[in-house]
């Protein structure tokens, strides 16, 4: 912990915030904004990204280490700010969790953006641009459908979209085309409301609001995250109690200054120094 | 102008935005997002940046010899997105403009911002950032008090603030450090809206809205802007009727290729091709 004193009052412990990369960051953009008070630590696991194309039960076994790395730095509350980590583990990890000594709640992406969108929409129509993955996954679909069945979602799957954005080509020719394509389908289904369904799309969000334009809601997961764990701290009477601003610190299983030069521009926000380091091995039950 | 027909059609001609140098793409990034439909001109007058330090003459004498070349490209409004240009030229602009064939309308920052913020306050107390020549200005001030006499600003001039930000140091510590000072006179105020006076500011937004809690309002010269331009264009019945995107184009006194580097992080959309400009010489009446 690096010196860190721990607080005994769980209302000063740090929440956790985990991806398989940077791409949650922009998550933690939102909840830095929305929650000064808190502080913040957030884990990438850099050196097995991506999550995408791996089986569920592997990933359900790396956000178990990763959970069992920010519970020994005491976290109050875990954010799984990864699509593919909340499709493929959320359950078992909220299961795991709720086993403490602590209740640890964790809460996931897809949920809250559904809520968001179906709350939004006037015309029913709500759209969606994530990745392939995603897509296939259907799981936003079904979060949508189970808050209101009356909802059609346009679901439009953007291949190579995230990685462009993590390339650092966000505003080139190449980007420009993907995004104007993406935005066909939305455009014909004549959907009010779109969310977006990958947690590195934010970075391109003043360009699809122009393609989509002014009349169209767009649904970042950050946005919609942090108002579900302001009410899960306040339910559980865990919020920070303090005046100032919090502090947040990063870790990362791969390199630190990759992480760090990548990650600037996804928080947008000072990125202070990032630690390095090694998650211990779990057993997860099959 | 490169070949580009000029519709007959005065719905179809561009908007002319202007400034002395990057900062009002700040502005135009709005204008992009909430007119898509309309097609842009931006100028900056690189060549003779900053005004900030000019005679109020002399910057009403650049500013005609802008409106003049922007006009010659068949703008059918113009925006002044530059704070100086504004209190010096705009009143002056507009009899100049008044007395064209078409009639043109120039709209300027600080009023919509005004209007904004007054309208947003619930405790009437409202904050400034801007730059020390902005607040010694008082224009703010006035205009606030000229929609509400019952609403109290509170102004912080930000001495260097738009330098770091313009030499790409914003999240940097001194950025840092300079923005939290900026804070603490607005939280003692307790302040529930603050205007963001200088159009480089929007480039800290998150970082501002973290200092000061979720609970202020921030109002920016470009969404303040962008509303007005909506009206004025409607009232006038000067509104693109194009379904699709319009494009936008730039125009620089200066250096077009340091303009196009720099530009980039302000527009934070793509940015095509800078023509470098002459600007002819204009008098204007003592």
Chains 1, 2 share one sequence.
Do not use: W
């Not at 956000?63 to 593919?84: D, M, Q």
């Amino acid at each position: 912990m690096g010196g860190h004193p721990i607080p005994s009052d769980p209302r000063g412990r740090p929440i956790g915030v985990f991806d398989s990369g940077v791409g949650g960051l922009t998550v933690l953009h939102e909840l830095l904004v929305r929650l000064p008070h808190e502080d913040f630590l957030y884990l990438g696991d850099t050196a097995r990204f991506p999550y995408g194309e791996r089986q569920p039960a592997e990933i359900e076994r790396f956000s178990a280490e990763i959970a069992e790395e920010l519970l020994r730095r005491r976290a109050k509350l875990l954010v799984v700010a990864c699509n593919s980590a909340t499709s493929a583990a959320l359950p078992s990890l909220n299961r795991r969790m709720m086993q403490t000594t602590l209740g640890l709640d964790v809460l996931g992406v897809v949920r809250p953006e559904a809520l968001r969108a179906v709350a939004t929409t006037r015309s029913g129509r709500i759209g969606l641009l994530a990745t392939p993955t995603t897509v296939a996954s259907r799981a936003y679909e079904e979060a949508v459908l189970a808050i209101d069945p009356h909802v059609t979602l346009h679901a439009v799957p953007c291949p190579g979209l995230a990685a462009i954005i993590q390339a650092g080509e966000q505003f080139d020719e190449r980007a420009v085309e993907t995004v104007r394509e993406a935005c066909v389908p939305l455009h014909e289904a004549d959907c009010d409301t779109v969310i977006l369904g990958c947690t590195h799309y934010p970075l391109i969000q003043p360009m699809l609001q122009r393609m989509l334009g002014p009349r169209v809601t767009l649904v970042s997961s950050g946005a919609a995250l942090a108002r579900q764990v302001e009410h899960a701290l306040s339910t559980r009477d865990l919020r920070n109690p303090r005046v100032g601003e919090g502090d947040y610190r990063f870790l990362c299983t791969g390199d630190a200054e990759a992480f760090h030069e990548l990650g600037t521009r996804f928080l947008q926000m000072p990125l202070g120094p990032v630690e390095h380091v090694e998650l211990a091995a779990v057993e997860v039950p099959a």
